[in-house]
Nanobody, 119 residues
Framework: QAQLVESGGGLVQAGGSLRLSCAAFGSIFSINDMGWYRQAPGRQRELVATITSGGITNYADSVKGRFTISRDNAKNTVYLQMNNVKPEDTAVYYC?????????????WGRGTQVTVSS
């Protein structure tokens, strides 16, 4: 099994920056894609950004040019650098990872970290 643990959320003013981290723990053989999603109150969970094991990235249009996803494969960790944040970025941010463990190859999710942007 694998566990994902997010950190770095909090309260930030509009225009400010925040860096989220997500580390994967457990009996992990390999991790393919990793990503960040978010869910605001009353809304469905949506893609923020993804990154392949080779470093190819994909972003939602709403965060392009402001957020940067990166990863450290040696540490099984994915990051989300959030710059010039806006009130509409307020949400619970979840990371996920497509990981192969001793049990199976599946998508794992973290429990989420709250990001609140004040205007």
């Amino acid at each position: 099994q694998a566990q994902l643990v997010e950190s770095g959320g909090g309260l930030v003013q509009a225009g400010g920056s925040l860096r989220l981290s997500c580390a994967a723990f457990g009996s992990i053989f390999s991790i393919n894609d990793m990503g960040w999603y978010r869910q605001a109150p009353g809304r469905q969970r949506e893609l923020v950004a993804t990154i392949t094991s080779g470093g190819i990235t994909n972003y939602a249009d709403s965060v392009k040019g402001r957020f940067t996803i990166s990863r450290d494969n040696a540490k099984n960790t994915v990051y989300l650098q959030m710059n010039n944040v806006k009130p509409e970025d307020t949400a619970v941010y979840y990371c996920n990872a497509d990981a192969e463990t001793v049990i199976a190859f599946k998508t794992y999710w973290g429990r989420g970290t709250q990001v609140t942007v004040s205007s």
